[in-house]
């Protein structure tokens, strides 16, 4: 079964940092690009970064530049987003998602909460 399963998600300070996971099973994680999106309280999903399959390039919403950072590690079939110096404003649901030839797939989604 093709899916993505995020985790890592919780309470956290604002200034603090957490590091989510998704992971990928049925595909090969290193043969697609994997985009990572959030949606926050009352608002839209929207789009966060992207990695692509060979993990050389990675692109970022201009809010989150400089703070959060995607490594993948192929072997796990696993991303890595880090999330550093987060706000409260970061506060949401983070989901991951992938297009293959059978269709678009997204992840259950894990909740960040940023707060004092």
């Known amino acids: 079964q093709l899916q993505l399963e995020e985790s890592g998600g919780g309470l956290v300070q604002p200034g603090g940092s957490l590091r989510l996971s998704c992971t990928a099973s049925g595909f090969r994680l290193d043969k697609h690009a994997i985009g990572w999106f959030r949606q926050g309280p009352g608002k839209e999903r929207e789009w966060v970064a992207t990695i692509v399959s060979t993990g050389a390039t990675t692109a970022y919403l201009d809010s989150v530049k400089g703070r959060f950072t995607i490594t993948r590690e192929n072997a796990k079939s696993t991303l890595y987003p880090q999330m550093n110096n987060l706000k409260p404003e970061d506060t949401a649901v983070y989901y991951c998602?992938?297009?293959?030839?059978?269709?678009?797939?997204w992840g259950q989604g894990t909740q960040v909460t940023v707060s004092s």
């Open positions: 998602k992938t297009e293959l030839p059978s269709g678009t797939y």
